[in-house]
């Protein structure tokens, strides 16, 4: 099955750096890549996804990056913020028999310093 | 605005009881999954549902069953609680079958097993 591997597992970063966040698969038939942020206590919430005919996808100040021939992708946040603190997942799915799942890395704690 | 509601937010159970945990969503959604979240370890699929009446096994399924009967509504179920059980339930729903959908989560489930 797919394997996600997420690093690192946490980031302290002050206001205002980038934060880079790096995630790596073993499925090379995986195509959809999500983000989810998940702030304390609160249920995780898709931020970011891209798939796999496209290399980059930019929202104001998050960007994805996916390189399928080393099969990696990465969450890239510019000018953080304290409310940017949170744990994020990074997700890889594929299509099974007409559903698809998700595999999960086990989660980066961003911590955003005033 | 897509709405999962989880039955409860904590519970408390005995070892070797039976558990039931309840996920109910309001956009008519095919897809339904649980999954199960420790810390360092992400989130784990236990079980998902693609229609009424169909399951189908995640990752980690030892241990629990599910049940789908409505559409809305998908149930996961603890037939023997253990200790190791212990732990944070999430359920989360998505449109179709169709690839790369983002998953909408509920607000979690926290379970203690005594």
């Known amino acids: 099955g797919e394997n996600v591997e997420q690093h690192p597992s946490t980031l302290s970063v002050q206001e205002g750096d980038s934060a880079v966040i790096k995630c790596t698969y073993s499925?090379?038939?995986?195509?959809?890549f999500p983000w989810y942020k998940q702030e304390l206590g609160k249920r995780p919430q898709l931020i970011i996804d891209?798939?796999?005919?496209?290399g980059e996808k930019k929202d104001q100040r998050i960007a994805v990056t996916l390189n399928k021939t080393a099969k990696h992708f990465s969450l890239h946040i510019t000018e953080t913020q304290p409310e940017d603190s949170a744990v994020y997942f990074c997700?890889?799915?594929?299509?099974?028999?007409?559903?698809?799942?998700?595999?999960f890395g086990k989660g980066t704690m961003l911590l955003v310093s005033p | 605005d897509v709405k999962v509601t989880q039955s409860s937010r904590y519970l408390v159970k005995r070892t070797g009881e039976k558990v039931f945990l309840e996920c109910v969503q309001d956009m008519d959604h095919e897809n339904m999954f649980w999954y199960r979240q420790d810390p360092g370890l992400g989130l784990r699929l236990i079980y998902f549902?693609?229609?009424?009446?169909?399951?189908e096994k995640g990752d980690i399924p030892e241990g629990y069953s599910v049940s789908r009967e409505k559409k809305e509504r998908f149930s996961l179920i603890l037939e023997s609680a253990s200790t190791n059980q212990t732990s944070m339930y999430l359920c989360a729903s998505k449109p179709g079958q169709s690839w790369g959908e983002t998953q909408y989560f509920g607000p979690g489930t926290r379970l203690l097993v005594l």
């Open positions: 549902s693609y229609d009424v009446k169909m399951k």
């Open positions: 891209i798939r796999s005919n496209v």
């Open positions: 997700a890889a799915s594929k299509r099974n028999s007409g559903y698809s799942t998700l595999t």
């Open positions: 499925d090379s038939a995986s195509n959809y």
